[in-house]
C-alpha cells in the first residue's frame, strides 16, 4: 500500500507537502449567499421541463428510466413527500448540492497551495459560474452530476498530491453514486486515466485500491445497470438520438460554449488553470488533470457529443486557474480587474440562469432571447393546462366523463399531470421516453385529446380527429402553437395500439419514424 507523502521535503517538481490552512467562514459565508440566493429565487417563474418529467417519476420509482438512471427521480420523491408537491419544494436539494459544489471547489484551489484568497476566489468564481446556477437552480441530473465530477477531481488531485492510493476508494464511492445520475462520470474517469497514462504517473495505478474502489463504484450503479441490461440497454439508443438530434451543430458549436459555460468573464482563469497545470514544475504531478481536459476535448468533438459534457470539469480548472490568479493579482490595478471580472460573470450568469428578471423580458429582448431559452422552459404551463382544459370543457358530458389527455413529450405530459387536476382534466398519458411505462389509456377508452401530436399520423391511429385549437402564448416557448385534437374511436384496442405511440428521444412532433423505430430523428433539444 502506497503512503502519504505530506511529510515529504518539496522540489521545484513537487506539490507543496503542507495545505494551507482552510478559510472556513469566508467559504462558508459565499455558500450561504449562494444557497439563499437560489431558494429566495426558486419559486418565480415556473417548473422547467425536465423538472415536470422528474417530478412525474418520482411518482413512478424504479431502478433505472430509458434516459436517466434513478436518483434525481428518488431525490423528486423525497422532496415531494416531505416538503410538499411545490416548485421551491422540488428545488431545496439542487440549491444545497450547488453550495456542495462551491465548497469542493475551494478545496481543489487549497490542494494545488492556494491560501485563503484563492480558495474564496475559487469559491465565488464556481458560485458565479453559469453551469453552478444552471444545475443549482432546477431539479435535473446536472446538479449530482456536477457535484460527482469536481468531488472526484479533487480527490485525484489529493491522490496525486499524496500518493495514497487508499483514496481511489473515495473515488469509486463517489463515481458509483455519480453513475445512480448519470452515466457520464465515466467520461471523466476515462480522461483521468488517460491523463495519468500520458504523462507517467502509472504508480497510482499499481495498488488493489484501484481495483478496489471500481468494484465499489460497479456494486453502489449495480441496481441501474441492471435496470439497463434487462430493459435492452435503452441508453444506447437514447444515445442514437441524441445524436442524431445534434447532428454536426454540436462540433460547431463545441468552442463557444466552452466559453459559456464558465461564463464570458472568467474563461481567462480556468484557461490559465489548463496552462498552470501542464506547465507549473511545481504542478507537474497534477498534468494529468491538464491533459484530462484536452483528450476529454477531442473525444467529444470526434464522437459529436454535447459540448456542455466538459461542465464539471472546467469547474475543477476554473478553482486550478484561481490560484493562478490570486498570485497575479499583485498589485491594485489587477485585483480590480480579477474582481470586476468576478463580478460580472456573476450578474450575467445570473441573468441568463436565475429568474432575475420577468419572464416577459426573455421573449422580448432579442439577445436575452436567444441566450435566454433556459427561462423560457419554465414558462407557459400553467396556462397549456388551462386550454387543453378549455377544450376538455367543449366535449359532451359522456365524452367528458370517459376522456384522456395523451401528450406528445414529457414536458406536455408533465405540465398536464402538474396544473390539470385543478382545472378538472383527466389522467395524462405520454409515450416519450419513459413516460411510456407510467401506465397507458385502458382498452375501452374511446375519446382522447391529443396534444402536440401530428394530425396525420396520429389520425390515422382513429376513427375520426378533429382540430380543438393551438396553445396560444406571447411568449416565445418551445411549444408554442402546439395543437390541439379530439380523437375518437381507436381502430385498435390501447393494449396493441401503445407501441406505436411510444418513442426514444427529445421532444419534437409525432412522426412516423416514431411508430416504426421507437426514435426520433431531426427533433430540437429542450
Known sequence: MA????DAPASPETPPAALPALSRWPLLSVCTGLGIALLALSGRHGYHVDEL????S???LAWGY???PPLVSLIARVETSLLGDALTALRVV???LACVVVWVAALVARELGGRGGAQLFAAAATAGS???LNAGHVLTTNIPDLLA??????LVIRLLRTQDTRLWLAVGAVSGVGLLAKNLIVLLILALLVGVLATGRRNVLYSRHLWAGAALAALLAAPALWWQVAHGWPATEMSEALKTALGEDSRVAFVPFQVLMIGLFLTPVWIAGVVALLRRPQWRPFRPVGLAYLFMSALLIAIGGKPEYT????????AAGSVVVVEWARTTLRRTLAGSALVGNALLSAVLMLPVLPVAVYGSNPVLNGLGVFQLDQAGWPQLAEQVAAVHRTLPPRDRAHAVVYANHYGLAGALDRYGPEHGLPAVYSGHNSYADFGRPADDTEVVIAVGVDREKFGTLFGSCEAAGTFETSLPVADQDTGFLVCRGPREPWSQMWPSLTWIGFSCPYTAEAVTARSEKGCSLT
Open 3 to 6: 503512503t502519504t507523502t505530506l
Open 53 to 56: 418529467y422528474n417530478r412525474a
Open 58 to 60: 418520482g411518482a413512478h
Open 66 to 68: 430509458v434516459d436517466q
Open 94 to 96: 439542487p440549491a444545497l
Open 130 to 132: 453559469l453551469v453552478t
Open 149 to 154: 465530477w469536481v468531488t472526484v477531481g479533487w
Open 311 to 318: 461542465g464539471g470539469l472546467q469547474l475543477v480548472l476554473l
